[in-house]
């Protein structure tokens, strides 16, 4: 029988890439995000080839996010993998003229947005002894970089949550592992700059950076190994990409 598969932020960037394969793949996908005509033209595009739910929710929003997972049809309702994609960065400031709400927003959805997901569904993996959760942290989660305060601030949360989920839960066989890309092109930057698309596009200037299908790949890989192998932690950068700050605009 296939796997069921939920992913946040299916509507865009990575966490559509990997809807996508996946559902070459035939796997049976719960997809999440708050734009209900991507929701709605996934679901129709991705129907043709595997079993598709979709679920449209804020994470920020808890009571909601615990609302929609409980409502989950039968056949929808057991989910074997959940893929934790959903977040964003919004701004890039010192932090001496950082926006509070951009402050909200970051750890309310990359963190608190996170942890509600993973509350709503960790109990019946508890109680089925296996699961996998995968967290999409950043390489913003290893290191930190010039105005990259609170962004990084969210996603090196996300990497304790990893490891911490991944101790509190191994006595019940369930897999926990986190992916760190570092620059991939999506709407990422469009959102961070808030629809400047000149300044989004300016990030990619002169080098190649990564794809949503290059992480919905590795994704793939780390779901597909066999049980007794789990993939704890993976950074991937484009080859352009050294660290955080260092990058070749001449590749
Ligand atoms: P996109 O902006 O393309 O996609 C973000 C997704 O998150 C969208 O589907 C969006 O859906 C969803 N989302 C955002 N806010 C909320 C919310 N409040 N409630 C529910 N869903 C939400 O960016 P990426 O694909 O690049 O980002 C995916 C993940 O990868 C993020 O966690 C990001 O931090 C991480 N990442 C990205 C990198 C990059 O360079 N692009 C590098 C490293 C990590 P909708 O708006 O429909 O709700
Ligand atoms: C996205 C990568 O370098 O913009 O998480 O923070 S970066």
Redesign the pocket.
């Known amino acids: 029988m296939s796997k069921t598969v939920l992913i946040?932020?299916?509507?865009?960037?990575?966490?559509?890439a990997t809807a996508i394969l996946f559902a070459v793949q035939g796997f049976k996908l719960v997809l999440?995000?708050?734009?209900q005509e991507?929701l709605d033209a996934l679901q129709s595009e991705l129907s043709k080839q595997c079993e598709v739910y979709t679920l449209n929710?804020?994470?920020?929003d808890k009571d909601v996010v615990f609302k929609a997972i409980s409502s989950l049809p039968e056949n929808f309702s057991q989910i074997d993998v959940l893929i934790n994609?959903?977040?964003?960065?919004h701004g890039l400031d010192p932090i001496d003229k950082g926006s509070v709400d951009d402050w909200d927003s970051m750890l309310d959805?990359?963190v608190k947005?996170l942890l509600y997901v993973s509350k709503a569904i960790i109990p019946n993996m508890v109680e089925k002894k296996s699961g996998h959760i995968i967290n999409?942290?950043?390489?913003?989660g290893k290191e930190v970089y010039p105005k990259g305060n609170v962004y990084c601030a969210s996603?090196h949360a996300v990497d304790a949550l990893t490891k911490g989920m991944r101790m509190d839960l191994n006595p019940y066989g369930i897999k926990v592992g986190g992916i760190?890309?570092?620059?991939?092109?999506?709407?990422?930057?469009?959102?961070r700059f808030k629809g400047d698309d000149d300044k989004a596009d300016s990030v990619y200037d002169g080098f190649e950076?990564?794809k949503?299908e290059d992480i919905a790949e590795i994704i793939h890989f780390v779901v597909t190994r066999p049980y007794h192998v789990n993939i704890a932690d993976l950074i991937v950068m484009p080859t352009a990409q050294a660290s955080a700050t260092i990058l070749n605009r001449s590749l």
Not at 32 to 35: L, V
Not at 57 to 60: E, G, L, N, S
Not at 85 to 89: E, K, L, P, S, T
Not at 180 to 191: L, Q, R
Request: proline content about 4%; glycine content about 18%; charged content about 20%.
């Open positions: 946040t932020g299916a509507t865009s960037g990575i966490g559509r999440c995000g708050r734009r991507r929710f804020d994470v920020r994609n959903a977040g964003n960065a959805i990359n947005g999409i942290g950043s390489t913003a996603k760190n890309p570092g620059a991939v092109e999506t709407e990422f930057s469009n959102v950076p990564l949503a």
